[in-house]
């Protein structure tokens, strides 16, 4: 968690002080925060930090271990990412994955060759040594390999432990506490890489497992109240989503009424989902929240404009300036509280190392400059099922915690060229349909996103005897686990039918109904 607004230095989170800590170094894989993840699945907290962070950044840290993560570059590349060399000399185990491996090589004198063929997928490993780091499992079992480079003679001191069909799979130093395996643990695909990081964590770096939610829960809002001090202020916009209802949840607890939430209703939320969430916010989770009807104003403003980008600008502003005029009748705010989460953060910044920016984020940055405010930021460090799992030890209500994610810009993403009224109004109805069916098939929960959107086009129809002449619905149904990449669903023909036929004889202005069957990448989630 930081608590301020200073994203690109490395900022030690205040709450984690008495846990113990495997760090990760991040050379740029896209599985790096899964790593991170999986360590903190075992019960043991684990962040992670960009390749180059010196280890005395960590000074006073419980720090039990390190991993060097995997990452797309070939160690002999000119600008290839370098850690500093005294990671491995800090009397901590240190594990290399991948890219990790072939830097331990590229430090200690292993040699590094392009592998003949890129290898990409399932590979078998098969235990050829003694092995502290793969005790208790198999002699064969499957890995998931991705890897441009091998390595080919491990560096002197180690044992090879590990072998697959085209490479080493699997070396260690137990003298130097020094562990390295080519394939990916962090992944679904290699079944058993939970006891390989299991048996890092645990057994080699000796940590506890005393890390929990409930425990992140406790020592988050034991942070806030140090931090803060006793008498600062606080202010929260809610969206009515899952991230910050749980950050204000949190904040709540540490700072009870001295934090204000604000809801804004843009007028582009779904149906009737201002007066729900306004209910759910105040009367079950007692926040102190001040819902704000501003809904004329953002149509207004986007009165007659079709540029996607445009209508992101102004929303953003609208937004701004609504907020501020409403937080300037507060008593003296301090903090802005956001519900960043992991993926938001670097899809904004490559904060924390080389990990690929995809492009620029909605909810990091705007209010906090120009409100000289100072954020809290509670599950930066999380996912978006890790932030699920806190609402729900927090006791939040199952219609907050399972809600799927909306985009702040709201239904004005959805709506292809121009934002009326009368737009709005026919998109919340064709939603409301999706979500009621999907709900209704028992796929809610399943999917990470369903929802309608309109387009800019009409097409001919019939209706009785009429021939009509009316605008087109999509439906979007993506699975998803961070939003970053996504797949279409597989909807049943019979849920897809239900939908279709509902919305074109319950929704007047809609005569014609498809699905997108396309995925992230290339597409986006939103059309807009
Ligand atoms: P895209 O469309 O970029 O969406 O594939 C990825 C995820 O982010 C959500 N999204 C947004 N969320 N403000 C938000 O808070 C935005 O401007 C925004 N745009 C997209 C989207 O719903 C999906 O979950």
Redesign the pocket.
């Known amino acids: 968690m930081l608590l301020n607004g200073e994203t690109l230095a490395y900022n030690p989170p205040l709450m984690t002080t008495e846990h113990e800590l495997i760090l990760v170094l991040d050379f740029g894989s896209q599985y790096t925060q899964l790593i991170a993840r999986r360590v903190r699945e075992i019960g043991v907290y684990c962040e992670i930090v960009p390749f180059n962070t010196a280890p005395e950044a960590l000074a006073g840290r419980p720090l039990r271990g390190v991993i060097f993560s995997g990452g797309p570059s070939s160690v002999y590349d000119d600008d290839a990412p370098h850690a500093d060399r005294s990671w491995l000399e800090q009397g901590v185990p240190v594990l290399g994955i991948c890219y990790g491996f072939q830097h331990f090589a590229y430090f200690l004198g292993g040699t590094v060759e392009p592998s003949p063929a890129r290898e990409y997928g399932r590979a078998v490993l098969s235990v050829t040594s003694p092995s502290r780091l793969l005790a208790g499992l198999p002699h064969e079992m499957d890995v998931w390999m991705s890897h441009g480079d091998v390595v080919r003679a491990a560096p002197d001191g180690f044992t090879v432990v590990g072998q697959t069909e085209n490479a080493l799979g699997a070396v260690e130093d137990v003298s130097r506490q020094l562990y390295a395996i080519q394939f990916h643990p962090e992944v679904h695909h290699t079944p058993r890489g939970r006891d390989i990081l299991a048996n890092f964590a645990l057994e080699i770096c000796g940590c506890r497992a005393d890390w929990s939610m409930a425990s992140f829960i406790d020592s988050t809002v034991a942070a806030i109240r140090e931090h803060v001090g006793p008498d600062a202020r606080a202010v929260c916009g809610l ?1 009515g ?1 899952v991230d910050s209802a749980v950050a204000a949840a949190i904040v709540d607890r540490a700072l009870g009424d001295r934090q204000t939430c604000l809801f804004v209703d843009t007028g582009l939320l779904r149906k009737n989902e201002f007066d729900e969430v306004l209910e759910v916010l105040r009367r079950e989770m007692s926040l102190n929240v001040v819902g704000i009807a501003a809904g004329e104003r953002f149509l207004g403003e986007l009165a007659g404009v079709v540029d996607p980008e445009r209508k ?1 600008k102004i929303i953003g502003r609208e937004f701004i300036e609504v907020f501020q005029a409403e937080a300037s009748r507060l008593e003296k705010v301090d903090y802005l509280v956001q519900g960043t989460l992991y993926p ?1 953060v670097i899809e904004s910044v490559s904060v924390k190392g080389p990990s690929q920016v995809i ?1 620029s ?3 990091v940055g705007g209010l906090p400059e120009t409100m000289r405010l100072k954020l809290i930021e509670p599950l930066r460090e999380l996912f978006k099922d890790e932030v699920r799992r806190v609402g729900r030890e927090m006791g939040l209500p199952e219609e907050i915690i399972g809600r799927q ?5 709201g239904l004005a ?1 959805r709506i292809l060229g121009e934002i009326t009224e009368d737009r709005v109004a026919l998109l919340q109805e064709a939603d409301a349909i999706v979500i009621e069916e999907i709900r209704a098939a028992g796929l809610y929960d399943e999917i ?2 369903a929802f309608a959107v309109l387009l800019p086009i009409q097409s001919v129809g019939v209706m009785g005897d009429q021939r009509t002449y009316e605008s087109t619905v999509a439906i979007r149904a993506v699975h ?1 686990q961070d ?2 990449t ?1 797949d279409w669903v597989r909807l049943p023909y019979d849920v897809l039918a239900r939908i279709s036929s509902r919305i074109v004889s319950e929704v007047r202005g809609i005569n014609r109904v498809v699905y997108d069957v396309t995925s ?1 990448p290339p ?5 807009e």
Do not use: C, L, Y
């Open positions: 969206s989503g992101r938001d492009k984020h909605h909810n994610p909306f985009p702040g810009p993403v990470w996103q998803s939003g970053m996504a992230k597409s986006t989630i939103e059309w």
